[in-house]
């Protein structure tokens, strides 16, 4: 495990390495308690994971400006909240770092995510994995009418990343009227459940799926420059409001 102090431009950047931020800033939070562990989505050597006018533009020349690849979109959301988090002089770790584009796999995923919590808890504080993808309803090649956001967690009653989950939800939901959170209340709670390797972690874990990138209204959401700072400041607000719950034992 390396520590990483704050890189002067607020971002970390190293390759293959876990990178955990300490703050050279007064802290923004009176006590912080938790801290993040941010997950870029599924590597540029993933098939598909984009929308259709990336992965064949010759089949969708017409929609050149709707290209997105769902790596880019979640390195620059988390970028984004990066600098936010370096600013309030908040701890937070990236375990895939921004100059290695490559899909680490789920295997070493779960490894980094257990890894980095080892180290938080040594901090005093509790590690919450978080990963931001996007999601799809085909594999790239047509445009498809799927849309919403959705939260996944392990499955199994998983009672913090449970809570935290729907924490999230409700807050998100709350800031982006205009989107639809998409839900699965068969167990009582709004997020979904899966097998993946990078959610049956150590420390409680949350996996978030925003749009739709073979949906053309979604694409054209998530290109927009303000929707991402949006998203990141709202992510970033949720967190310090995070934090004071579990500071107050609400959580």
Request: glycine share 6%; aromatic share 10%; charged share 20%.
């Amino acid at each position: 495990m390396t520590l990483i102090p704050k890189a002067a431009n607020g971002v970390m950047r190293a390759a293959n390495r876990i990178l955990i931020d300490l703050p050279n800033t007064k802290p923004l939070l009176e006590k912080q308690v938790i801290a993040m562990c941010l997950g870029r989505a599924h590597g540029i050597n993933v098939s598909g994971k984009g929308s259709p006018a990336s992965l064949v533009p010759g089949k969708y020349s017409d929609d050149d400006h709707l290209q997105l690849r769902e790596y880019m979109f979640s390195e620059d959301v988390i970028d984004r909240i990066c600098v936010l988090f370096d600013e309030a002089g908040i701890v937070y770790v990236r375990y895939v770092t921004d100059n290695d584009y490559n899909e680490p796999g789920l295997t070493k995923r779960q490894a980094m995510i257990n890894a980095a919590d080892a180290t938080i808890r040594g901090m005093g504080m509790t590690m919450i994995s978080h990963e931001h993808h996007v999601n799809a309803a085909g594999m790239g090649d047509v445009w498809m009418n799927a849309t919403g956001v959705a939260i996944y967690t392990a499955k199994g009653q998983q009672k913090k990343s449970d809570a935290i989950a729907t924490d999230w939800w409700k807050y998100m939901k709350a800031v982006f009227p205009e989107l639809t959170f998409r839900s699965d209340y068969s167990d009582g709670d709004p997020d979904y459940e899966a097998g993946f390797y990078n959610l049956v972690t150590n420390p409680p874990a949350i996996l978030t799926e925003w749009l739709f990138q073979d949906n053309k209204k979604d694409v054209t959401w998530l290109l927009d420059n303000s929707n991402r700072q949006k998203y990141a400041q709202s992510y970033f607000d949720w967190f310090v409001s995070l934090n004071n719950k579990f500071a107050n034992g609400k959580i």
